[in-house]
């Protein structure tokens, strides 16, 4: 899934939260741009909750 938000200044901000939660290459593809986050057979349930749960703080408090 990849995601845009409103401003570019907002997904650096987004990619620099997300690296001190210690999640990590969720910069969307150089040609693209956006957020991507993908969910792959090796990504276990707990990280997926820990990406979900910094994704809805954000969201409140931006």
């Not at 899934?1 to 987004?14: I, S």
């Not at 809805?56 to 931006?62: I, L, V």
């Given at each position: 899934?990849?995601?845009?938000?409103?401003?570019?200044?907002?997904?650096?901000?987004?990619i620099?939260?997300?690296?001190?939660?210690?999640?990590?290459?969720?910069?969307?593809?150089?040609?693209?741009?956006?957020?991507?986050?993908?969910?792959?057979?090796?990504?276990?349930?707990?990280?997926?909750?820990?990406?979900?749960?910094?994704m809805?703080?954000?969201?409140?408090?931006?």
């Open positions: 899934m990849t995601m845009r938000l409103p401003t570019e200044a907002l997904e650096d901000k987004f620099a939260d997300a690296k001190k939660e210690g999640l990590i290459g969720m910069k969307g593809h150089r040609s693209v741009g956006g957020i991507r986050f993908s969910i792959y057979n090796a990504v276990s349930l707990d990280d997926i909750k820990k990406t979900v749960d910094f809805e703080r954000f969201r409140k408090a931006n």
